[in-house]
């Protein structure tokens, strides 16, 4: 029995290693509990709140063109803007994909900015699943301790990274031209 039993662990021993190399680690910077994103940015001193302020404005309504909604405070005098942007991540070849939405706040001083993304919700679009909106941390939680709730899950996590790092590189991009 025991000699079975050493057999077949040995036999799988190359399939776990295989399915450890597979999985990249993927990983979502936590405050308080919840994904946020946070990063300062340090530009041309030369550059003004005013302008700055413009650019940062126009970059988030045109990034998020959702009619009424893209802005919820626009602060010129302070420099704030807050608002909100999806996601639209496809986690298969079968159509089945996810809105992940979250909160935008960019605030604007001379020559520098800060910006901030949190409050991430996620709605699967996919046949058998309820179709509504819940925290994206629940589901991270579990992804992280290896209890995925989907086999999608990943390819989530994997589009949410790279869509996030291609907004705030455009975003970079709009404010230092």
Do not use: C, H
Not at 23 to 29: A, G, H, R, T, V
Not at 166 to 175: F, G, N, P, Q, V
């Amino acid at each position: 029995m025991l000699k079975k039993l050493f057999f077949i662990s040995f036999t799988l021993l190359p399939f776990i290693s295989i399915a450890q190399i597979d999985n990249p680690q993927i990983s979502f910077p936590m405050k308080n509990g919840i994904i946020y994103f946070e990063k300062n940015y340090n530009l041309n001193g030369g550059l003004q709140k005013g302008e700055l302020y413009e650019r940062a404005l126009k970059w988030l309504k045109n990034t998020f063109p959702i009619p009424g909604k893209s802005i919820k405070v626009s602060d010129k005098k302070n420099g704030e803007i807050l608002g909100s942007g999806i996601f639209k991540i496809i986690t298969s070849g079968s159509g089945n994909y996810y809105w992940v939405r979250f909160m935008v706040n960019i605030t604007v001083s001379n020559g520098n900015y800060s910006l901030k993304v949190y409050n991430f919700y996620e709605k699967p679009i996919e046949s058998g699943i309820s179709n509504e909106y819940s925290k994206l941390e629940y589901r991270w939680w579990d992804f992280k301790q290896g209890k995925p709730w989907s086999t999608e899950d990943q390819m989530l996590f994997k589009g949410l990274d790279a869509d996030i790092n291609t907004m705030m590189a455009s975003l970079e991009k709009d404010m230092r031209q």
